[in-house]
Nanobody, 114 residues
Framework: QVQLVESGGGLVQSGGSLRLSCAAS????????MNWYRQVAGKQREFIAG???????NYADSVKGRFTISRDNAKKSVYLQMDSLSPEDTAVYYC????????WGQGTQVTVSS
């Protein structure tokens, strides 16, 4: 069983930045692919960024060039640096771990005001 705890969400003005963190309880954390998703009420949860154990990253087109995912295997943590935020980025952001099984955090709210 893997527990994921997100933090760092909050209210920010359009054009601002936030950094989300996700701490994992997993053993062999480096073996997990780590991802960030987001969900707006009434809509499907969408993938926005992922990072493999070897550090390879991929991004949704909607955040490419503005968001940066990173991980620190020693701290068993993954991060999402979000820059140039817009109101369209307002959502609940979820951390996700995958290695055979899939685990989710509880989510953290990000609200971007115009």
């Amino acid at each position: 069983q893997v527990q994921l705890v997100e933090s760092g969400g909050g209210l920010v003005q359009s054009g601002g930045s936030l950094r989300l963190s996700c701490a994992a309880s997993a053993s062999f954390f480096s073996a997990y692919a780590m991802n960030w998703y987001r969900q707006v009420a009434g809509k499907q949860r969408e993938f926005i960024a992922g990072i493999a154990g070897n550090g390879r990253t991929n991004y949704a087109d909607s955040v490419k060039g503005r968001f940066t995912i990173s991980r620190d295997n020693a701290k068993k943590s993954v991060y999402l640096q979000m820059d140039s935020l817009s109101p369209e980025d307002t959502a609940v952001y979820y951390c996700n771990a995958q290695s055979g099984q899939t685990y989710w955090g509880q989510g953290t709210q990000v609200t971007v005001s115009s």
